[in-house]
């Protein structure tokens, strides 16, 4: 049986809800290597650029 390693995102960019450039920073970190996505925290009403990193 293999043990799943946990996933940590980390969030490398916040945005105010209702602004574009959260978009425009997740695809300049794209084109540097970074595996960028953007997500919605409705919590705290914000767009988060953020990436998936492996722990060890």
Same mark, same amino acid.
Do not use: A, N
């Given at each position: 049986m293999t043990t799943p390693i946990p996933q940590v995102r980390t969030v490398l960019e916040r945005f105010p809800a209702?602004?574009?450039p959260a978009d425009e920073f997740a695809a300049v970190q794209r084109a540097q290597g970074t595996d960028a996505q953007v997500v919605m925290d409705l919590g705290s009403d914000q767009f988060l650029v953020? @990436?998936? @990193? @492996? @722990?060890?």
């Open positions: 209702g602004s574009w953020v @990436t998936d @990193t @492996t @722990t060890q």
